[in-house]
């Protein structure tokens, strides 16, 4: 098993290695500077993953169990299975650029049928203030037509 670790990436990772894994992975980024100051690397990580002499709490300040039991677990799990696989899913990747490509089309369309809808709405509005002003003007003429019939009648009739 020592071969096998010997051999292993993490062994060899560096202090910004083990920084990442902490933060990115395990999720305690809050222990970032007693990391640095210690100067934490993969060579390290086996005494953490087993905490001999409780080294967590003891020399490295850890108090919070959860923070001692979650950092000893995924040190434990990095020693003994290595880095965490990276999963790529290019299919996954190509649909997602798909469907935002979908939505900021649909965006785009939606705001030029938006745009064209309210410059027919505006037109509509001026035909029918333009239609307003006709028919006020053909009542109008309407009248002064029924005038002119009522004025011409009353010529007949005085005639």
Do not use: Y
């Given at each position: 098993m020592q071969k096998n670790w010997l051999n292993s990436i993490v062994h060899n990772w560096t202090t910004e290695d083990v920084e990442l894994w902490l933060k990115d992975v395990v999720g305690l980024p809050q222990y970032l500077p007693i990391f640095r100051k210690y100067k934490i690397d993969g060579n390290f990580l086996p005494r953490l993953a087993l905490n001999t002499d409780h080294l967590i709490q003891g020399q490295l300040g850890i108090s919070d169990h959860n923070h001692k039991n979650k950092l000893i677990l995924k040190a434990m799990d990095l020693v003994l299975f290595g880095p965490p696989k990276v999963f790529y899913n290019p299919?996954?990747?190509?649909?997602?650029?798909?469907?935002?490509?979908?939505?900021?089309?649909?965006?785009?369309?939606?705001?030029?049928?938006?745009r064209k809808a309210q410059n027919q709405i505006c037109k509509m509005i001026e035909e029918v203030d333009k239609l307003q002003v006709n028919e006020q003007k053909f009542?109008?003429?309407?009248?002064?037509?029924?005038?002119?019939?009522?004025?011409?009648?009353?010529?007949?009739?005085?005639?």
């Open positions: 299919i996954k990747d190509a649909l997602l650029a798909l469907a935002i490509l979908v939505a900021i089309s649909g965006l785009f369309f939606s705001t030029v049928q938006r009542i109008e003429i309407q009248t002064e037509l029924h005038e002119a019939v009522d004025t011409k009648q009353r010529r007949k009739t005085k005639q």
